[in-house]
T-cell receptor
Framework: QEKVQQSPESLIVPEGAMSSLNCTFS?????SIWWYQQHPGKGPEALI???SNGNKKEGRLTVYLNRASLHVSLHIRDSQPSDSAVYLC???????????WGSGTKLIIKP | DAGVTQTPRHEVAEKGQTIILKCEPV?????LFWYRQTKIQGLELLSY????????DGGAFKDRFKAEMLNSSFSTLKIQPTEPKDSAVYLC???????????FGEGSKLTVL
């Protein structure tokens, strides 16, 4: 069964620094990889997705995908206290593009 | 535009009761998902509808969990009978196109005593 693993489990980063989150998946045939942000008491919110090997940049976010090593990372430049949240990695698979979810990384930005 | 609306936000039930959670997806979205979220198991898919047709029913959740799409703008999740292990946040999400971004509601927090 396909698995998605995220690391670290939690991360404390000073305000203004770069936050780096990791996600590994078990099936190189997976389609898109998504990153979602979830604040306490709220539902997850999509941040960015990637399909092709390489990197994709949107604002302060950069995501890197390496299908050969089954690894994707999310980097948040100039981290802000409002970035404090749980970040979920989700990998789509199958004809229904069903998402397999990681267990999340809790990011805390310290002012 | 209105996002995904879930009601109630909080529900407390006695073991053995029947509870119904409600979801209104984003207008015009074709795909609808019900998830359960717990600290231990994370996000687990309960049901997936595409254009009101049930595509996946979450296997292990079949016996006491039933999701329905009464029309394209309203879905319910019935849990019958409830058990304490059902205590979790139940999230509804919708998507405009298969494989696209999911839009989540704020969830319904269920506590079963």
């Amino acid at each position: 069964q396909e698995k998605v693993q995220q690391s670290p489990e939690s991360l404390i980063v000073p305000e203004g620094a770069m936050s780096s989150l990791n996600c590994t998946f078990s099936n190189s045939a997976s389609q898109s990889i998504w990153w979602y942000q979830q604040h306490p008491g709220k539902g997850p919110e999509a941040l960015i997705s990637i399909f092709s090997n390489g990197n994709k940049k949107e604002g302060r976010l950069t995501v890197y995908l390496n299908r050969a090593s089954l690894h994707v990372s999310l980097h948040i430049r100039d981290s802000q206290p409002s970035d404090s949240a749980v970040y979920l990695c989700a990998v789509s698979r199958g004809s229904n593009y069903q998402l397999i979810w990681g267990s999340g990384t809790k990011l805390i930005i310290k002012p | 535009d209105a996002g995904v609306t879930q009601t109630p936000r909080h529900e407390v039930a006695e073991k053995g009761q029947t509870i119904i959670l409600k979801c209104e997806p984003v207008s015009g979205h074709n795909d609808l998902f019900w998830y359960r979220q717990t600290k231990i198991q994370g996000l687990e898919l309960l049901s997936y509808f595409r254009s009101k047709s049930l595509m996946e029913d979450g296997g292990a959740f079949k016996d006491r969990f039933k999701a329905e799409m009464l029309n394209s703008s309203f879905s319910t999740l019935k849990i019958q009978p409830t058990e304490p292990k059902d205590s979790a946040v139940y999230l509804c999400a919708s998507s405009l196109a298969t494989g696209g971004q999911l839009y989540f509601g704020e969830g319904s927090k269920l506590t079963v005593l």
